[in-house]
């Protein structure tokens, strides 16, 4: 499973993009480079400037866990 709660990442984010996987299932699962594909990134164009800075807890995190 991978995480899918916070699947944006805001204009104006600072910090490290972690990307979460669970693994449920009674196997081991192996990820090979290249060949293993888990997640996309898509980049969108911004019409308007933002209108506010962004006010998350996640805001410069140094670590998953969303702590500075």
Do not use: W
């Not at 990307?19 to 308007?48: A, D, M, S, W």
């Amino acid at each position: 499973m991978v995480h899918l709660t916070a699947p944006t990442i805001q204009h104006g984010f600072r910090g490290i993009i972690t990307l979460e996987i669970l693994n449920h299932g009674p196997f081991y699962v192996k990820f090979v480079p290249t060949r293993t594909r888990i997640c996309q990134l898509i980049f969108e164009t911004l019409e308007t400037d933002p209108t506010a800075e962004i006010d998350s807890q996640f805001q410069d995190q140094s670590s998953p866990s969303g702590k500075r």
